[in-house]
């Protein structure tokens, strides 16, 4: 029989073999009867004793060891209760921390130091160095939103030269998140970090300190850092309340006489004084002036920087002492006549509210 093409293949069976060539059955394979003794002989039982004895040993010195060394991890991270600089992760912040302020004061004075100054001092924009202003007002939350908003969101001022420095912004800004978080980081280091920065006037690299001073407590009786900078000189308003705890004796008269010596000095502005005062390039023209004493006067200032607000402010004794008398914040290029009230005799600074590096002396005699 054979297969036919394209039908199922022919079952095949088996062929029987004859009884002659079928292997005759094995005999089982037997091992002596001692072999299957299950006893065990006195020297292996002891033997086996000692064995697990020495394993359990083992293990329980394994155990030992793995739980010592997670004890003695956990305070190698975390640090030793009372040991100081004993924590492995302080030592990895701190040295982040150094890392994220080196690159921030490139930054800053890369990109911020030509309106700010570098030492933040101010210049084109506010001061930023401040410890009341660092305190209060610059918190990282704060100057997370100026860096994305741009100037505009310190006074409103939708012409703020301060541009958007975030690419979060709209429009998207130069500096990335990390570039924003390091610049926050380098504004708010505290005076106790050390880094190493060029620096600009020497443009050697030098070791370096944060502004910020974590012990500085603002005296009681300082007024709070206003929310706009400008506030803190511009706003009329502001300057009675503010002049009146700063100079008792000379802020009752000085408001109302500034404003009743404009009749005074528009009869008598032949005899009365006139003191000329031009700003240009973030700078004063004059570094002394003279003044009558116990009259009232007249200060033309003349701002001759285009969009840069600059005002005049009197300071008793010294640029940095108690505030006398104010005017009014305006942007150059313009010219404003100030009234100054009468003022006792004495040396008195000059300076302006916006920059606290112009400055001058007034000589009252
Ligand atoms: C072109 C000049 C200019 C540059 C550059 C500049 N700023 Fe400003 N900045 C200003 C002015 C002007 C203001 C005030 C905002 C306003 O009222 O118009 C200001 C305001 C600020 C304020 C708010 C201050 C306060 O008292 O509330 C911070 C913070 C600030 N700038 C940080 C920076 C940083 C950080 C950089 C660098 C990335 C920078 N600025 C670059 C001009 C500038
Ligand atoms: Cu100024």
């Known amino acids: 029989m054979t297969d036919q093409p394209g039908q199922r293949p022919e079952e095949r069976l088996p062929v029987p073999r004859e009884p002659s060539e079928v292997a005759p059955p094995t005999e089982r394979f037997t091992a002596p009867l001692t072999a299957h003794s299950v006893g065990l002989s006195p020297e292996r039982a002891a033997k086996i004793v000692t064995q697990s004895a020495s394993a ?3 293990a329980f010195l394994a155990v030992t060891i793995v739980a010592l060394f997670v004890i003695v991890y956990y305070f190698y991270d975390l640090g030793v209760p009372g040991v100081a600089d004993s924590s ?9 921390q150094v890392t994220a302020v080196t690159e921030g004061y490139s930054l800053f004075e890369a990109n911020c130091a030509r309106c700010h100054g570098a030492q933040g001092q101010g210049g084109i924009g506010p001061v930023l160095n401040d410890q009341a202003k660092l305190l209060t007002h610059l918190t990282p939350g704060y100057l997370q939103s100026v860096l994305t908003v741009g100037g505009r969101y310190v006074c409103g001022d939708a012409n703020s030269l301060m541009p958007i420095w975030s690419d979060q912004g709209s429009p ?5 998140y990390r570039n924003i978080q390091e610049l926050i980081a380098f504004l708010r280091a505290p005076s106790t970090l050390q880094f190493q920065g060029v620096d600009p006037t020497t443009g050697l690299t030098t070791t370096l300190k944060g502004w910020r001073d974590p012990a500085f407590v603002p005296a009681p009786s300082s007024t709070p850092v206003p929310n706009c900078w ?5 706003s009329p308003s502001a300057a009675p309340s503010g002049a009146a705890s700063g ?16 009749s005074p000095a528009a009869s008598g502005g032949a005899t009365g004084t006139v003191l000329e005062l031009t700003a240009s390039g973030t700078a004063f023209d004059k ?4 003044a009558p004493a116990g009259v009232p006067f007249q200060i033309t200032f003349t701002n001759n920087d285009a969009g840069i607000p600059h005002n005049v402010v009197i300071h008793k004794d010294s640029p940095t002492g108690a505030v006398v008398w104010q005017g009014a914040i305006f ?3 313009a010219t404003q006549t100030y009234d100054v009230p009468a003022l006792p005799a004495g040396t008195y600074g000059f300076a302006c509210g916006v920059h606290p590096n112009m400055t001058g002396t007034l000589t009252v005699k």
């Open 56 to 58: 359990r040993w083992v």
């Open 331 to 333: 942007s150059g290029v």
């Open 88 to 96: 492995r992760l302080d030592k990895e912040v701190a040295a982040q």
């Open 247 to 262: 100079a008792p004796s000379g802020a009752p008269s000085a408001a109302p006489s500034g404003s009743a010596a404009a």
């Open 230 to 234: 400008k506030d803190a000189f511009a």
């Open 172 to 176: 998207p800004g130069p500096l990335n």
């Open 287 to 290: 570094t002394d002036l003279t």
